[in-house]
């Protein structure tokens, strides 16, 4: 099946920095998302973006589908930015599946 | 208000035990799934379905099993022959179709703790 590695699995970084969260896919896929689990476990949507660019306030997402890996920008890290950040695809040819990566920790220090 | 909701939120369960996750939808989402997480992992896929009355093993899909029997619910029966049931549990729906938007929207979890 397809494998997603996220990349890096840990970040530390200190309140107002900016942060590139990568996302690696072994295949095409038809749909690509962003997920920020907060710490209570709740996973909040961030981007729907099978590709091309989009942006959500501090928060912008680029994937480049032929290229097969997708990005995250957080600039000026707020500490309720805290939390983990998942990457999942969805490939029409293999099932349907929605498959995650392992995700990327960040903590942002105040 | 439209979303999925996932009941109980906390639930403890005896060893030998089965016991039912509660998994409904209004979204009018053609597409459930279930995952799991354990502590400081990812979500790994038990079972999926795209229709009624159809569904389909994930990756760790022993020890568990599902229904649907309509669209909106998809209830996960977590069986006496799960060795290691205690993890987060999360359920997710979407749309399906190749010219529709298919974003995936979560539940926010069950936590599973076996005494």
């Known amino acids: 099946g397809i494998q997603v590695e996220q990349s890096p699995p840990d970040l530390i970084l200190q309140e107002g920095a900016n942060s590139t969260l990568r996302c690696n896919f072994s295949?095409?896929?038809?749909?690509l998302q962003w997920f920020h689990q907060n710490p209570w476990g709740q996973l909040i949507n961030l981007f729907y973006?099978?590709?091309g660019t989009k942006q959500n306030g501090r928060l912008s997402a680029t994937t480049v589908a032929t290229e097969r890996y997708s990005l995250l920008y957080i600039s000026s890290s707020q500490t309720t930015d805290s939390g983990v950040y998942f990457c999942a695809v969805e490939a029409w040819n293999r099932d349907d599946k929605i498959i995650f990566g392992k995700g990327t920790r960040l903590h942002i220090l105040p | 208000d439209g979303g999925i909701t996932q009941s109980p939120k906390y639930l403890f369960r005896k060893e030998g035990q089965n016991v039912t996750l509660s998994c409904e939808q209004n979204?009018?989402?053609?597409?459930m799934y279930w995952y799991r997480q354990d502590p400081g992992q990812g979500l790994r896929l038990i079972y999926y379905?795209?229709?009624?009355?159809?569904?389909q093993k994930g990756d760790i899909a022993e020890g568990y099993s599902v229904s649907r029997e309509k669209k909106e619910s998809f209830p996960l029966t977590v069986t006496s022959a799960q060795k290691n049931p205690t993890a987060f549990y999360l359920c997710?729906?979407?749309?399906?179709?190749?010219?529709?938007?298919?974003?995936?929207?979560f539940g926010q979890g069950t936590r599973l703790t076996v005494v």
């Open positions: 979204l009018n989402h053609d597409a």
């Open positions: 973006i099978p590709s």
């Open positions: 379905s795209q229709i009624v009355n159809d569904f």
């Open positions: 997710a729906s979407s749309n399906m179709g190749r010219d529709r938007n298919t974003e995936a929207f």
């Open positions: 295949d095409s896929v038809n749909n």
